[in-house]
């Protein structure tokens, strides 16, 4: 699965736990995404990354609204 996360903090993700999370292909390094092998994260840590991604391009407006109906956060 390949989500949006920040650029500047891939390349620790990557190094951290390279046999869950890999960079993507050469021409795609330009984004902000990183792939990760669905299977090894637990769905809660799934969610988190999906919604942490999710954040990053949408309207804060949004972002606050979903906040709101989800208190206690993702999942």
Known sequence: ?????PKEERAALV???P???????MSELRFHWVECV???LEPAEA????VDAWRM??????????????PDGPG
């Open 1 to 5: 699965m390949g989500f949006a996360f």
């Open 15 to 17: 190094a951290a736990e």
């Open 19 to 25: 046999e869950r999370f890999r960079l993507p292909r």
């Open 38 to 40: 669905l299977a090894t």
């Open 47 to 50: 969610r988190e990354f999906v």
């Open 57 to 70: 391009v949408v309207p804060q407006k949004l972002s606050r609204a979903y906040d709101l109906a989800h």
